[in-house]
Protein backbone atom coordinates (compact mmCIF):
# COMPACT_ATOMS: atom_id res chain seq x y z
CA UNK A 1 0.00 0.00 0.00
CA UNK A 2 1.68 3.11 -0.69
CA UNK A 3 1.55 5.94 1.96
CA UNK A 4 -0.71 9.06 1.55
CA UNK A 5 1.09 11.60 0.15
CA UNK A 6 -1.53 14.08 -0.85
CA UNK A 7 -3.37 16.94 1.30
CA UNK A 8 -7.12 15.68 1.24
CA UNK A 9 -7.99 19.16 1.19
CA UNK A 10 -6.90 19.95 -2.48
CA UNK A 11 -8.42 16.74 -4.29
CA UNK A 12 -10.52 18.98 -5.44
CA UNK A 13 -8.36 20.75 -7.79
CA UNK A 14 -7.49 17.21 -9.63
CA UNK A 15 -9.09 17.23 -13.54
CA UNK A 16 -9.60 14.54 -15.63
CA UNK A 17 -7.63 15.39 -18.50
CA UNK A 18 -6.72 11.90 -20.14
CA UNK A 19 -9.27 10.25 -22.05
CA UNK A 20 -11.49 7.61 -19.87
CA UNK A 21 -9.74 4.64 -22.22
CA UNK A 22 -6.35 5.41 -20.93
CA UNK A 23 -7.40 5.85 -17.46
CA UNK A 24 -6.96 2.91 -14.96
CA UNK A 25 -6.74 3.24 -11.24
CA UNK A 26 -7.38 1.30 -7.61
CA UNK A 27 -10.63 1.32 -5.47
CA UNK A 28 -9.85 0.84 -1.98
CA UNK A 29 -13.15 0.00 -0.11
CA UNK A 30 -15.20 -2.37 2.61
CA UNK A 31 -12.76 -1.55 5.75
CA UNK A 32 -11.78 1.15 8.46
CA UNK A 33 -10.23 3.65 6.42
CA UNK A 34 -8.33 6.42 8.17
CA UNK A 35 -6.89 9.41 6.66
CA UNK A 36 -5.02 11.13 9.76
CA UNK A 37 -6.19 14.39 8.74
CA UNK A 38 -7.10 16.49 12.09
CA UNK A 39 -6.53 15.92 15.30
CA UNK A 40 -9.16 13.24 15.46
CA UNK A 41 -9.72 9.78 13.97
CA UNK A 42 -10.98 10.53 10.39
CA UNK A 43 -12.91 7.97 8.56
CA UNK A 44 -13.58 7.49 4.61
CA UNK A 45 -15.92 4.63 2.70
CA UNK A 46 -13.17 4.60 -0.26
CA UNK A 47 -10.46 5.66 -1.80
CA UNK A 48 -8.86 5.87 -5.33
CA UNK A 49 -5.15 5.67 -6.56
CA UNK A 50 -3.93 6.33 -9.79
CA UNK A 51 -0.25 5.90 -10.76
CA UNK A 52 0.95 5.59 -7.33
CA UNK A 53 -0.89 8.84 -5.86
CA UNK A 54 -4.17 9.29 -4.30
CA UNK A 55 -6.85 11.42 -6.47
CA UNK A 56 -10.00 10.54 -4.66
CA UNK A 57 -11.10 9.91 -0.32
CA UNK A 58 -14.66 9.91 0.30
CA UNK A 59 -17.40 8.42 -0.07
CA UNK A 60 -17.99 4.98 -2.28
CA UNK A 61 -20.48 6.57 -4.43
CA UNK A 62 -19.00 9.66 -5.01
CA UNK A 63 -16.01 7.12 -6.46
CA UNK A 64 -18.16 5.42 -8.54
CA UNK A 65 -19.84 8.35 -10.17
CA UNK A 66 -17.27 10.56 -10.16
CA UNK A 67 -13.97 8.97 -12.35
CA UNK A 68 -13.88 7.69 -15.37
CA UNK A 69 -12.24 4.70 -16.71
CA UNK A 70 -10.92 0.88 -15.79
CA UNK A 71 -11.37 0.88 -11.88
CA UNK A 72 -9.65 -2.32 -10.21
CA UNK A 73 -11.60 -2.68 -6.91
CA UNK A 74 -9.84 -3.79 -3.43
CA UNK A 75 -12.24 -5.43 -0.77
CA UNK A 76 -10.47 -4.78 2.43
CA UNK A 77 -12.90 -6.68 3.73
CA UNK A 78 -13.04 -5.86 7.17
CA UNK A 79 -9.66 -4.93 7.57
CA UNK A 80 -8.11 -1.60 8.76
CA UNK A 81 -6.16 1.15 6.02
CA UNK A 82 -3.62 4.18 6.67
CA UNK A 83 -1.28 6.21 5.68
CA UNK A 84 2.29 4.58 5.42
CA UNK A 85 4.87 6.12 7.80
CA UNK A 86 7.45 7.73 6.45
CA UNK A 87 11.08 7.72 7.78
CA UNK A 88 13.15 11.04 6.76
CA UNK A 89 16.60 10.11 7.90
CA UNK A 90 17.65 5.92 8.00
CA UNK A 91 21.08 5.35 6.18
CA UNK A 92 20.90 1.58 5.58
CA UNK A 93 24.71 1.21 5.71
CA UNK A 94 24.25 1.62 9.61
CA UNK A 95 21.04 -0.56 9.89
CA UNK A 96 22.96 -3.28 7.72
CA UNK A 97 25.86 -3.49 9.93
CA UNK A 98 24.13 -3.06 12.87
CA UNK A 99 21.92 -5.82 12.21
CA UNK A 100 24.84 -8.24 10.92
CA UNK A 101 27.10 -7.73 13.83
CA UNK A 102 25.84 -7.55 17.61
CA UNK A 103 24.00 -4.66 20.00
CA UNK A 104 25.26 -3.87 23.35
CA UNK A 105 24.22 -0.60 23.84
CA UNK A 106 22.61 1.39 27.21
CA UNK A 107 18.69 0.77 25.50
CA UNK A 108 17.14 -1.64 24.60
CA UNK A 109 17.18 -2.27 21.13
CA UNK A 110 13.60 -4.18 18.96
CA UNK A 111 15.63 -6.54 16.61
CA UNK A 112 13.71 -9.19 14.44
CA UNK A 113 14.94 -11.79 16.58
CA UNK A 114 14.09 -10.30 19.70
CA UNK A 115 15.22 -7.99 21.81
CA UNK A 116 18.88 -6.89 22.58
CA UNK A 117 18.81 -6.18 26.37
CA UNK A 118 20.64 -2.65 27.15
CA UNK A 119 23.63 -2.74 29.68
CA UNK A 120 24.86 -0.13 32.12
CA UNK A 121 28.36 -0.11 34.21
CA UNK A 122 31.64 -0.81 32.92
CA UNK A 123 32.44 -4.47 33.83
CA UNK A 124 29.00 -5.43 32.82
CA UNK A 125 29.40 -3.68 29.16
CA UNK A 126 32.61 -5.48 29.68
CA UNK A 127 31.38 -9.02 30.24
CA UNK A 128 28.77 -8.45 27.11
CA UNK A 129 31.51 -7.73 25.14
CA UNK A 130 33.31 -11.26 25.99
CA UNK A 131 29.83 -13.06 25.51
CA UNK A 132 29.49 -11.28 22.14
CA UNK A 133 32.69 -12.40 21.48
CA UNK A 134 32.35 -15.77 22.35
CA UNK A 135 28.91 -16.08 20.52
CA UNK A 136 29.76 -14.44 16.92
CA UNK A 137 33.83 -13.93 16.94
CA UNK A 138 35.50 -15.62 13.99
CA UNK A 139 39.34 -15.65 13.58
CA UNK A 140 39.28 -14.88 9.89
CA UNK A 141 36.37 -12.07 10.27
CA UNK A 142 35.66 -8.83 12.06
CA UNK A 143 32.96 -8.29 14.72
CA UNK A 144 31.28 -4.79 14.45
CA UNK A 145 29.55 -4.53 17.70
CA UNK A 146 27.81 -1.46 18.01
CA UNK A 147 26.19 0.82 20.76
CA UNK A 148 28.85 1.46 23.33
CA UNK A 149 28.89 5.06 24.58
CA UNK A 150 31.47 6.35 27.72
CA UNK A 151 29.17 7.93 30.07
CA UNK A 152 27.28 4.42 30.24
CA UNK A 153 29.90 2.16 29.67
CA UNK A 154 33.35 3.84 30.99
CA UNK A 155 36.64 3.89 29.65
CA UNK A 156 37.24 2.33 26.32
CA UNK A 157 40.70 1.52 24.43
CA UNK A 158 42.56 -0.86 22.60
CA UNK A 159 44.09 -2.36 25.19
CA UNK A 160 41.08 -3.17 26.80
CA UNK A 161 40.26 -4.82 23.37
CA UNK A 162 43.09 -6.94 23.27
CA UNK A 163 42.18 -8.22 27.09
CA UNK A 164 39.19 -9.32 26.12
CA UNK A 165 39.70 -10.50 22.39
CA UNK A 166 43.40 -11.78 22.09
CA UNK A 167 42.52 -13.78 18.80
CA UNK A 168 39.40 -12.72 17.40
CA UNK A 169 39.20 -9.26 15.28
CA UNK A 170 36.69 -6.80 17.28
CA UNK A 171 34.98 -3.20 16.08
CA UNK A 172 33.01 -1.65 19.00
CA UNK A 173 30.93 1.19 17.13
CA UNK A 174 29.96 3.89 19.65
CA UNK A 175 26.26 5.22 19.47
CA UNK A 176 26.89 7.51 17.70
CA UNK A 177 28.72 5.63 14.68
CA UNK A 178 30.91 8.53 14.59
CA UNK A 179 33.58 6.58 16.17
CA UNK A 180 34.81 3.12 16.03
CA UNK A 181 37.48 1.63 18.59
CA UNK A 182 39.70 -1.56 17.12
CA UNK A 183 41.72 -4.58 18.62
CA UNK A 184 45.33 -5.52 17.55
CA UNK A 185 43.74 -8.24 15.47
CA UNK A 186 41.03 -6.01 13.54
CA UNK A 187 43.94 -3.34 12.45
CA UNK A 188 46.29 -6.56 11.46
CA UNK A 189 43.42 -7.84 9.23
CA UNK A 190 42.45 -4.37 7.93
CA UNK A 191 46.50 -4.05 7.10
CA UNK A 192 46.22 -0.44 8.29
CA UNK A 193 49.11 0.96 9.63
CA UNK A 194 50.00 4.18 12.06
CA UNK A 195 51.89 6.19 9.46
CA UNK A 196 48.36 5.62 6.92
CA UNK A 197 46.83 8.45 9.75
CA UNK A 198 49.47 10.66 10.75
CA UNK A 199 49.12 13.80 11.50
CA UNK A 200 45.23 12.87 11.97
CA UNK A 201 44.10 14.74 14.92
CA UNK A 202 40.76 12.97 15.26
CA UNK A 203 43.08 9.45 15.27
CA UNK A 204 44.43 7.97 18.48
CA UNK A 205 46.67 4.89 17.11
CA UNK A 206 47.30 3.91 20.49
CA UNK A 207 43.71 3.70 21.54
CA UNK A 208 43.05 1.77 18.41
CA UNK A 209 40.09 4.90 18.32
CA UNK A 210 38.86 6.93 15.00
CA UNK A 211 36.31 9.14 15.52
CA UNK A 212 34.29 11.83 13.25
CA UNK A 213 36.88 13.01 10.06
CA UNK A 214 39.17 9.71 11.44
CA UNK A 215 36.50 7.36 10.76
CA UNK A 216 35.82 8.82 7.49
CA UNK A 217 39.38 8.47 6.45
CA UNK A 218 39.39 4.61 7.67
CA UNK A 219 36.23 3.29 6.48
CA UNK A 220 36.67 3.36 2.38
CA UNK A 221 39.65 1.36 3.59
CA UNK A 222 37.96 -1.15 5.45
CA UNK A 223 34.54 -1.15 3.24
CA UNK A 224 35.25 -4.68 2.04
CA UNK A 225 34.90 -5.89 5.73
CA UNK A 226 31.90 -3.32 6.24
CA UNK A 227 30.04 -4.32 2.72
CA UNK A 228 30.93 -8.14 3.58
CA UNK A 229 27.59 -9.54 1.02
CA UNK A 230 26.36 -12.54 2.82
CA UNK A 231 26.12 -10.44 6.35
CA UNK A 232 25.43 -6.94 4.50
CA UNK A 233 22.34 -8.74 2.68
CA UNK A 234 21.26 -9.97 5.99
CA UNK A 235 21.69 -6.79 7.80
CA UNK A 236 19.46 -5.42 4.85
CA UNK A 237 16.73 -8.13 4.95
CA UNK A 238 16.53 -7.69 8.44
CA UNK A 239 15.78 -3.89 7.77
CA UNK A 240 13.19 -4.92 5.52
CA UNK A 241 11.65 -6.86 8.15
CA UNK A 242 11.45 -3.86 10.90
CA UNK A 243 10.26 -1.73 7.94
CA UNK A 244 7.19 -3.74 7.37
CA UNK A 245 6.22 -4.68 10.90
CA UNK A 246 6.39 -0.92 11.89
CA UNK A 247 4.26 0.10 8.48
CA UNK A 248 7.02 2.47 7.42
CA UNK A 249 6.50 3.00 3.33
CA UNK A 250 9.01 5.65 2.39
CA UNK A 251 12.43 5.82 3.63
CA UNK A 252 15.26 8.94 3.05
CA UNK A 253 18.94 7.97 3.00
CA UNK A 254 20.30 11.87 3.65
CA UNK A 255 24.14 11.13 2.60
CA UNK A 256 24.53 8.15 0.19
CA UNK A 257 27.17 6.81 -0.39
CA UNK A 258 28.86 6.71 3.56
CA UNK A 259 31.67 4.60 2.30
CA UNK A 260 31.74 3.61 -1.28
CA UNK A 261 28.81 4.23 -3.93
CA UNK A 262 29.27 0.85 -6.35
CA UNK A 263 29.50 -1.28 -3.42
CA UNK A 264 26.37 0.67 -1.18
CA UNK A 265 24.37 0.64 -4.58
CA UNK A 266 24.68 -2.57 -5.85
CA UNK A 267 23.81 -4.67 -2.39
CA UNK A 268 20.82 -1.80 -1.43
CA UNK A 269 19.67 -2.56 -4.98
CA UNK A 270 19.51 -6.19 -4.50
CA UNK A 271 16.97 -6.03 -1.47
CA UNK A 272 15.07 -3.49 -3.21
CA UNK A 273 14.67 -5.46 -6.24
CA UNK A 274 12.86 -7.44 -3.71
CA UNK A 275 9.99 -5.55 -4.09
CA UNK A 276 9.36 -4.70 -0.87
CA UNK A 277 6.56 -2.53 0.16
CA UNK A 278 8.81 0.90 0.88
CA UNK A 279 10.45 2.66 -1.43
CA UNK A 280 14.09 5.10 -0.82
CA UNK A 281 14.82 8.38 -1.46
CA UNK A 282 18.63 8.97 -1.54
CA UNK A 283 20.51 12.46 -0.90
CA UNK A 284 24.22 12.41 -2.57
CA UNK A 285 27.26 12.62 0.10
CA UNK A 286 29.19 15.56 -1.55
CA UNK A 287 31.79 15.26 0.62
CA UNK A 288 32.43 11.05 0.20
CA UNK A 289 32.37 11.27 -3.48
CA UNK A 290 34.53 14.28 -3.63
CA UNK A 291 37.35 11.98 -2.14
CA UNK A 292 36.12 8.98 -4.42
CA UNK A 293 36.25 11.06 -7.64
CA UNK A 294 39.13 13.40 -7.08
CA UNK A 295 37.39 16.57 -6.94
CA UNK A 296 33.93 18.50 -6.03
CA UNK A 297 33.35 19.31 -9.60
CA UNK A 298 33.65 15.26 -11.03
CA UNK A 299 31.56 14.50 -7.82
CA UNK A 300 28.88 17.21 -9.37
CA UNK A 301 29.20 15.44 -13.01
CA UNK A 302 28.90 12.35 -11.25
CA UNK A 303 26.19 13.46 -8.99
CA UNK A 304 23.47 15.18 -12.08
CA UNK A 305 24.27 12.00 -14.23
CA UNK A 306 23.16 9.29 -11.17
CA UNK A 307 19.32 9.84 -11.30
CA UNK A 308 18.86 8.58 -14.97
CA UNK A 309 21.54 6.23 -14.39
CA UNK A 310 20.51 4.44 -10.82
CA UNK A 311 17.02 5.37 -10.62
CA UNK A 312 14.81 1.87 -10.15
CA UNK A 313 11.62 1.67 -9.18
CA UNK A 314 11.80 1.79 -5.74
CA UNK A 315 15.58 3.37 -5.72
CA UNK A 316 15.25 6.95 -6.36
CA UNK A 317 18.27 9.51 -6.61
CA UNK A 318 17.04 13.40 -5.45
CA UNK A 319 18.31 15.58 -8.52
CA UNK A 320 20.09 18.65 -7.64
CA UNK A 321 19.97 18.32 -3.63
CA UNK A 322 23.08 17.07 -2.06
CA UNK A 323 24.43 16.19 1.77
CA UNK A 324 27.27 18.50 4.03
CA UNK A 325 28.34 17.84 7.33
CA UNK A 326 29.27 20.69 9.43
CA UNK A 327 30.31 19.87 13.06
CA UNK A 328 30.05 16.37 15.40
CA UNK A 329 27.45 13.72 16.72
CA UNK A 330 25.65 15.18 19.94
CA UNK A 331 25.85 11.17 20.95
CA UNK A 332 29.64 11.80 21.11
CA UNK A 333 29.69 15.01 23.18
CA UNK A 334 31.27 16.26 19.61
CA UNK A 335 28.98 18.78 18.37
CA UNK A 336 30.33 22.40 18.62
CA UNK A 337 28.84 24.40 21.42
CA UNK A 338 29.46 27.95 21.52
CA UNK A 339 30.01 27.83 25.52
CA UNK A 340 31.97 24.45 25.73
CA UNK A 341 31.89 21.32 27.52
CA UNK A 342 32.55 20.68 31.13
CA UNK A 343 34.44 17.31 32.14
CA UNK A 344 37.11 17.27 28.99
CA UNK A 345 34.65 17.00 26.11
CA UNK A 346 35.72 18.41 22.87
CA UNK A 347 33.75 19.84 19.63
CA UNK A 348 34.69 18.76 16.85
CA UNK A 349 34.53 19.76 12.91
CA UNK A 350 33.31 16.51 10.39
CA UNK A 351 34.59 19.27 7.34
CA UNK A 352 37.60 21.87 8.00
CA UNK A 353 35.64 24.84 8.04
CA UNK A 354 37.57 26.06 5.26
CA UNK A 355 36.73 23.07 2.82
CA UNK A 356 32.83 23.38 4.15
CA UNK A 357 32.19 27.08 3.52
CA UNK A 358 33.29 25.86 0.05
CA UNK A 359 30.97 23.45 -0.40
CA UNK A 360 28.39 25.84 0.72
CA UNK A 361 28.86 28.12 -1.69
CA UNK A 362 29.41 25.98 -4.81
CA UNK A 363 26.36 24.09 -4.16
CA UNK A 364 24.18 27.28 -3.20
CA UNK A 365 25.48 28.88 -6.52
CA UNK A 366 24.27 25.65 -8.48
CA UNK A 367 21.22 25.83 -7.47
CA UNK A 368 20.91 22.67 -5.09
CA UNK A 369 18.75 22.67 -2.16
CA UNK A 370 21.25 21.66 0.49
CA UNK A 371 21.27 19.12 3.12
CA UNK A 372 23.70 19.79 6.50
CA UNK A 373 24.11 17.61 9.59
CA UNK A 374 24.60 20.41 11.55
CA UNK A 375 23.91 19.82 15.76
CA UNK A 376 25.52 22.28 18.40
CA UNK A 377 24.85 26.17 18.63
CA UNK A 378 28.49 26.71 17.18
CA UNK A 379 28.34 24.70 14.58
CA UNK A 380 24.41 25.54 13.32
CA UNK A 381 25.48 29.59 13.76
CA UNK A 382 28.22 28.71 11.40
CA UNK A 383 25.54 26.98 8.62
CA UNK A 384 22.91 30.33 9.30
CA UNK A 385 25.96 32.98 8.48
CA UNK A 386 27.21 31.18 5.34
CA UNK A 387 23.32 31.28 4.32
CA UNK A 388 23.03 34.96 5.15
CA UNK A 389 26.68 35.64 3.42
CA UNK A 390 25.18 33.91 0.11
CA UNK A 391 21.90 35.67 0.26
CA UNK A 392 23.58 38.71 0.15
CA UNK A 393 26.32 37.84 -2.23
CA UNK A 394 23.95 35.85 -5.20
CA UNK A 395 19.81 36.05 -3.74
CA UNK A 396 17.41 32.44 -3.90
CA UNK A 397 14.35 32.17 -3.27
CA UNK A 398 12.34 28.74 -1.55
CA UNK A 399 16.48 27.66 -1.41
CA UNK A 400 14.59 25.53 1.47
CA UNK A 401 18.41 24.18 3.10
CA UNK A 402 17.49 22.18 5.47
CA UNK A 403 19.69 21.42 8.48
CA UNK A 404 19.80 17.71 10.12
CA UNK A 405 19.85 16.90 13.52
CA UNK A 406 19.90 20.02 15.58
CA UNK A 407 21.07 19.02 18.65
CA UNK A 408 21.10 22.10 20.34
CA UNK A 409 20.06 25.48 19.56
CA UNK A 410 19.00 28.54 20.47
CA UNK A 411 15.51 30.54 20.05
CA UNK A 412 17.34 33.83 18.76
CA UNK A 413 18.67 31.18 15.94
CA UNK A 414 15.42 29.74 15.36
CA UNK A 415 14.77 33.09 14.78
CA UNK A 416 17.56 33.42 11.86
CA UNK A 417 16.54 30.34 10.25
CA UNK A 418 12.63 31.58 9.89
CA UNK A 419 14.28 34.85 8.27
CA UNK A 420 16.86 33.43 5.97
CA UNK A 421 14.38 30.31 4.98
CA UNK A 422 16.07 27.82 6.45
CA UNK A 423 14.64 24.51 7.38
CA UNK A 424 15.29 21.99 9.96
CA UNK A 425 14.95 18.17 10.19
CA UNK A 426 14.68 17.96 14.16
CA UNK A 427 15.70 14.75 16.27
CA UNK A 428 13.41 14.79 19.54
CA UNK A 429 14.95 12.11 20.47
CA UNK A 430 17.90 13.00 22.05
CA UNK A 431 16.01 14.67 24.61
CA UNK A 432 14.62 11.18 25.55
CA UNK A 433 17.99 9.64 25.63
CA UNK A 434 20.35 11.95 26.67
CA UNK A 435 19.15 14.65 28.81
CA UNK A 436 19.55 12.46 32.09
CA UNK A 437 23.71 11.41 31.17
CA UNK A 438 24.10 15.09 29.81
CA UNK A 439 22.91 17.02 33.07
CA UNK A 440 25.67 15.35 34.89
CA UNK A 441 27.89 15.60 32.09
CA UNK A 442 29.23 17.58 29.20
CA UNK A 443 26.34 20.06 28.96
CA UNK A 444 24.64 20.53 32.60
CA UNK A 445 21.12 20.61 33.66
CA UNK A 446 19.53 23.57 31.93
CA UNK A 447 21.45 23.30 28.24
CA UNK A 448 20.31 18.90 28.61
CA UNK A 449 16.68 19.73 28.91
CA UNK A 450 16.69 21.54 25.81
CA UNK A 451 18.48 19.04 23.54
CA UNK A 452 16.59 18.80 20.16
CA UNK A 453 14.58 21.71 21.02
CA UNK A 454 15.62 25.43 21.63
CA UNK A 455 17.03 27.44 24.35
CA UNK A 456 14.14 29.41 26.56
CA UNK A 457 15.58 32.52 27.80
Avoid at 40 to 67: C, L, S, W
Avoid at 323 to 338: E, N, P, R, T, V
Avoid at 372 to 394: F, P, S, Y
Avoid at 416 to 432: R, T
Amino acid sequence: MKAFTLLFSILSVFSLTLSADKLEQTLFYGGDIITMEGNKPTYVEAVITRNGKIIYAGKKAAAFNNFAGKTVGVDLKGKTMMPGFIEPHLHPLIAAILLSGDIVAPHDWNVPDGIKKGVEGHDAYLARLKQSIAKYGKKDDVLFIWGYHQLWHGTLNREILNKISPNNPVAVLHRSFHEVFLNDKAIELFKIKEEDYKGNPQVEWDKGHFFEGGWQALAPKIAPFMLNPVKYKKGLADMTKLMEKNGITTIAEPGFPNVNFDMEYNLLKSEMDKKPSYEIYNILNAGQLSVAKGSIEKATQFMEASPAKYNTQNIKILPKQVKLFADGAIYSLAMQMKEGYTDGFKGQWMTPLKIFKKQMNYYWDRGYKIHIHANGDLGIQRCIDTVREMQKRNPRKDHRLTLHHLGYFTSKQADEMKELGIEASVNPYYLWALTEKYSKYGLGKKKSRELGAYEVS
